[in-house]
């Protein structure tokens, strides 16, 4: 069994302060709505999905022919062909397409780990248990990053960090970061009702009018995917476990 470290930041505000400085692989979660919808959609048949951080490369990708997926403060910009919840990525016409993907928090978030990291990869409560196959196998040390809203602590990126190093941890990863321990701890008392905890959170109230109660209980289900989506080359690409 692994005996690697793991870590968690509750937003990217707090990544330069982790501990973990090298060798490890970066997970980034955004499930309302960023990573959700990217797992979503590579499991669906898009063959890989760009993430870009500013809206001026958006713009760019946009002119040169690429398909754009784009949202700030959760709303879709005028020159965007796609919008930012799960099931706006279920479309035949996508399929085997790339995607080039901006959002407010969530593509930022993996930009930021890929400039560290050994490897990002990105997780949602749709691929959790692949994501702790994937990551038992390689045997690194791990950074879960919470995308959070503007820097600011969210309680669905938490519970997610949580129900990952709570796998990780029965897998032999070991921790002395306090918020892995609070995140496995809140995800426990959360996790039988999940869709009912997260009614209370900030973001999900924010999205009301944007992410609908179809698309909201898709971003709470659990294990849905084998898909891990990985950071290569600037594209994100499914990886089956």
């Known amino acids: 069994m692994p005996s690697n470290k793991l870590e968690v930041c509750f937003s990217p505000k707090l990544y330069e302060h982790r501990l973990i400085k090298r060798n490890f692989i970066g997970v980034v979660t955004d499930i309302f709505r960023a990573t959700t919808s990217i797992c979503a959609a590579l499991d669906y048949g898009i063959s890989s999905v760009i993430p870009v951080a500013g809206l001026e490369e958006a713009r760019e990708m946009k002119a040169r022919g690429f398909l754009v997926a784009c949202e700030r403060d959760g709303k879709l910009l005028d020159f965007a062909d796609i919008g930012n919840s799960p099931s706006d990525f279920f479309r035949d016409h996508l399929k085997a397409q790339e995607v080039v993907f901006s959002t407010t928090n969530g593509t930022k978030a993996i ?10 990869i990105v997780g ?19 950074v879960i990053l919470c995308a959070s809203w503007k820097n600011l602590f969210n309680l669905e990126d938490t ?10 941890l029965k897998k032999g990863f070991a921790t002395e970061c306090d918020s892995a321990k609070a995140s496995v701890d809140l995800w ?6 999940l869709a009912g905890y997260l009614r209370k ?9 944007l992410l609908s109660e179809s698309d909201y209980l898709m971003s709470l289900t659990l294990d849905k995917s084998r898909v ?14």
């Open 188 to 193: 426990n008392m959360a996790k039988n009702d």
């Open 159 to 168: 519970l997610f960090a949580g129900a990952l190093a709570d796998k990780l």
């Open 228 to 241: 891990v989506p990985v950071f290569q080359n600037g594209k994100l690409i499914p990886f089956k476990v």
């Open 124 to 142: 949602s409560f749709l691929n959790v248990k692949a994501l702790a196959h994937y990551l038992e196998r390689k045997n690194e040390n791990v």
């Open 201 to 209: 959170s900030s973001h999900r109230n924010r999205l009301n009018h």
């Open 111 to 120: 930009n930021l780990v890929a400039e560290e990291s050994d490897e990002v």
